[in-house]
């Protein structure tokens, strides 16, 4: 069986503040290895549990945090940006057995360490068909359609439960306890990675490829904390302003919707001033 592992970062051992997940800096590059760390344990279960494919899709900022000269040899890795489903990429090739989500975390606005759903502060809000919407609801929601379960998430503690939403079946590992959106009590990386091995491991027993579920068409809508980001993105066809600072659309399918959202953050990303947003 074959695993995709989607791997961010603000949910990595260890992560409790910008420094260490903007990358280039000194505080970044100490948490790359704890980071692929998290990652090796994931795959290490996975392998323990019965895989016998392991693909990493890097799935944070550049797309180019993890260290492939550290990377458990049984896997491979999808590094670098510009993927048809970006967070996702892989997921759609009818070869994937499940999913992990690692290193994730809470939605915009939510209590949870480094909280964000894609853009770090300029959103405030997503909701799809109405609920609101983590980036692990929207990529579970993705995953659904293409027949593949989320069978194990890593995070914080907020994370995890925002994941019983989502992914009730899932095995959920904290990694670290929410004080607040810039601390965190955390854990050793030898502790950490014992859990996330026996917890892969637990999860493969969840793996095993669904039919392709396509329950569109959907409604997304996303908040912007100023109305000009609403504004600019309305540049993309079918995208249209539903409140000062929000936009709303609708998609057939959630491989479209994910995809028209990736193009509204971009856009949006692209209308912040630096001091004013
Ligand atoms: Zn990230």
Known sequence: MKILIS???EGATGVTCPADVLPGGPQWERQR?????????????LFDGGADAVLVNEAHWTMRNLLLERLDE????LTGRH???????????????????????????????????????????????????????????????FGVPVILV???DKTIRDSRWYAPGAVGVAVKDYVSRYAAVCRPPARTAADIRRAAEQAMAL???RDKAVNGPHRFEVEFDAEHLAGAATVIPGVSQSDERRVAFKAKTMYKGIRCFKAVTTVAAAAVEEEYG
Not at 33 to 45: E, K, L
């Open 207 to 209: 793996a095993g490829r």
């Open 154 to 156: 890593t995070g914080d």
């Open 74 to 77: 049984r896997a491979s890795m």
């Open 83 to 145: 993927k048809e489903l970006s967070m996702m990429e892989g997921v759609q090739h009818g070869d994937v057995d499940g999913v992990v989500f690692l290193g994730y975390h809470a939605g915009a606005g939510a209590e949870g360490v480094l909280a964000h759903t894609y853009l770090a502060n300029s959103i405030t809000g997503v909701w799809l068909d109405d609920y609101p919407a983590s980036e692990g609801y929207l990529n579970a929601k993705v995953a659904d359609e």
């Open 7 to 9: 791997a961010d970062m």
């Open 33 to 45: 290895p704890v980071f692929t760390g998290d990652v090796n344990a994931a795959i290490a279960g």
